[in-house]
């Protein structure tokens, strides 16, 4: 007997390490979606920076959360020996690769806003230390309880603020340090002539469409994994995500009429706003969800580029900063169960708790790139932004006849 549960107990936590593994592979993949989603964004003389920039920020995240950030959310670090962190199959090495990958995605939100105009050396550096600090500070408070904010939330509203999968602990919060950044950065030149818009029209829709494509199916790792052992694997999660996803396409695709770049935009939109009460909310409430985030895409989309001059390239603001803050107040709407979610919200907490995030992100983002701009500055000189960021900075172009 005492063998038989050995065996099980063994087969539970390699199960547990196998399906958090495919989780972390899948996010992993969604890189490839930022990629793409920018380089079929940006003017062609920037795509291989775009390519650059994610893969960079994606290792510097690595080592950034490793050795520090990991430890902030979580008080775990992997000093120690081997035969140590082995024990259970290695579950928690595992789960550190899988949270990192959400860590690596703010930086990658972050670069669709400020493409085509921000220095490479700089932004990695900014990469650094919002990884290593600023969102772990966020994410122990939200994930791990650090802080004692959730016990607050709970005693006083009868709920702890709850995200299961990072509508606002991710999303929201690169969204609002994208915005700073941006801010900071000014527009483009040649953006904005005599108080007009003059159009960039996107370099490549079809690499757009397949960025889009790439995030939409490894975001069925990011929330469905989101579960982190198999036993809490839910197929209301993954049919929400479904529904939130179509919601955002339906209505990017009318209220955008038919223009592409929205369409392929506007799932994701859903996706974002999903991500929190994605385990809560019945299946009819994670559509209304993705219809809101789809429409308020676009509609703030158009009036930042236009009347605004806000020049955020991919809309990393509407799109992560405001969709996830929207899917923050939208779990403690359609997770009640008076519309059919499963309960166990409050939509007081999940208001502060939203609002707290957007706070901190946004004067994080202040803090980390003024500082930054102050020091060394963050932005192209004309001459470079001219010729491109690939020939300014990788002396090679996306395409070379010779």
């Given at each position: 007997?005492?063998?038989?549960?050995?065996?099980?107990?063994?087969?539970?936590?390699?199960?547990?390490?196998?399906f958090i593994l495919l989780g972390a592979v899948m996010v992993?993949?969604?890189?490839?979606?930022?990629?793409?989603?920018?380089?079929?964004?940006?003017?062609?003389?920037?795509?291989?920076?775009?390519?650059?920039?994610?893969?960079?920020?994606?290792?510097?995240?690595?080592?950034?959360?490793?050795?520090?950030?990991?430890?902030?959310?979580?008080?775990?670090?992997?000093?120690?020996?081997?035969?140590?962190?082995?024990?259970?199959?290695?579950?928690?090495?595992?789960?550190?690769?899988?949270?990192?990958?959400?860590?690596?995605?703010?930086?990658?939100?972050?670069s669709g806003g400020i493409a085509e105009r921000a220095r490479?050396?700089?932004?990695?550096?900014?990469?650094?230390?919002?990884?290593?600090?600023?969102?772990?500070?966020?994410?122990?408070?939200?994930?791990?309880?650090?802080?004692?904010?959730?016990?607050?939330?709970?005693?006083?509203?009868?709920?702890?603020?709850?995200?299961?999968?990072?509508?606002?602990?991710?999303?929201?919060?690169?969204?609002?340090?994208?915005?700073?950044?941006?801010?900071?950065?000014?527009?483009?030149?040649?953006?904005?002539?005599?108080?007009?818009?003059?159009?960039?029209?996107?370099?490549?829709?079809?690499?757009?469409?397949?960025?889009?494509?790439?995030?939409?199916?490894?975001?069925?790792?990011?929330?469905?994994?989101?579960?982190?052992?198999?036993?809490?694997?839910?197929?209301?999660?993954?049919?929400?995500?479904?529904?939130?996803?179509?919601?955002?396409?339906?209505?990017?695709?009318?209220?955008?009429?038919?223009?592409?770049?929205?369409?392929?935009?506007?799932?994701?939109?859903?996706?974002?706003?999903?991500?929190?009460?994605?385990?809560?909310?019945?299946?009819?409430?994670?559509?209304?969800?993705?219809?809101?985030?789809?429409?308020?895409?676009?509609?703030?989309?158009?009036?930042?580029?236009?009347?605004?001059?806000?020049?955020?390239?991919?809309?990393?603001?509407?799109?992560?900063?405001?969709?996830?803050?929207?899917?923050?107040?939208a779990c403690g709407i359609f997770g009640q169960q008076a519309?059919?979610?499963?309960?166990?919200?409050?939509?007081?907490?999940?208001?502060?708790?939203?609002?707290?995030?957007?706070?901190?992100?946004?004067?994080?983002?202040?803090?980390?790139?003024?500082?930054?701009?102050?020091?060394?500055?963050?932005?192209?000189?004309?001459?470079?932004?001219?010729?491109?960021?690939?020939?300014?900075?990788?002396?090679?172009?996306?395409?070379?006849?010779?």
């Amino acid at each position: 007997m005492e063998n038989l549960n050995s065996a099980v107990e063994t087969l539970i936590h390699g199960s547990n390490t196998l399906f958090i593994l495919l989780g972390a592979v899948m996010v992993l993949a969604m890189h490839a979606g930022f990629a793409f989603l920018e380089v079929g964004t940006v003017r062609l003389k920037n795509q291989v920076n775009a390519l650059s920039k994610i893969l960079s920020d994606f290792a510097v995240s690595c080592l950034a959360y490793f050795f520090i950030g990991y430890w902030i959310a979580y008080g775990v670090d992997f000093l120690k020996p081997a035969s140590e962190l082995s024990a259970e199959n290695g579950y928690a090495l595992v789960k550190f690769f899988f949270l990192l990958t959400f860590a690596a995605a703010i930086p990658a939100i972050i670069s669709g806003g400020i493409a085509e105009r921000a220095r490479f050396a700089p932004q990695l550096c900014a990469t650094a230390l919002i990884v290593a600090f600023v969102y772990p500070f966020f994410e122990g408070m939200a994930w791990n309880g650090n802080h004692g904010l959730q016990a607050w939330l709970a005693l006083k509203f009868g709920a702890p603020f709850h995200d299961f999968a990072g509508s606002v602990v991710v999303h929201a919060f690169g969204g609002w340090l994208a915005l700073a950044a941006v801010l900071l950065l000014g527009p483009r030149n040649g953006r904005y002539r005599e108080g007009r818009l003059v159009a960039f029209a996107p370099s490549n829709i079809p690499f757009l469409a397949l960025g889009a494509w790439i995030l939409v199916v490894g975001w069925f790792g990011f929330n469905v994994m989101s579960a982190q052992t198999l036993d809490h694997a839910s197929g209301l999660v993954a049919v929400n995500s479904l529904l939130a996803m179509v919601g955002g396409t339906i209505a990017s695709l009318l209220v955008g009429r038919n223009d592409p770049g929205f369409l392929h935009n506007g799932p994701l939109a859903g996706l974002v706003a999903v991500c929190a009460g994605s385990d809560l909310m019945h299946p009819v409430g994670a559509l209304a969800t993705g219809l809101v985030a789809g429409a308020l895409f676009v509609w703030v989309f158009t009036a930042a580029q236009t009347r605004w001059k806000l020049d955020d390239v991919l809309g990393v603001w509407p799109l992560h900063g405001l969709c996830g803050a929207w899917g923050g107040i939208a779990c403690g709407i359609f997770g009640q169960q008076a519309l059919g979610g499963l309960g166990g919200v409050s939509l007081a907490s999940q208001a502060l708790g939203t609002v707290l995030g957007v706070v901190i992100a946004f004067a994080g983002g202040l803090l980390v790139y003024g500082g930054i701009k102050a020091v060394v500055g963050i932005r192209l000189s004309q001459e470079e932004e001219y010729y491109g960021a690939d020939l300014s900075i990788h002396k090679i172009g996306a395409i070379n006849h010779d």
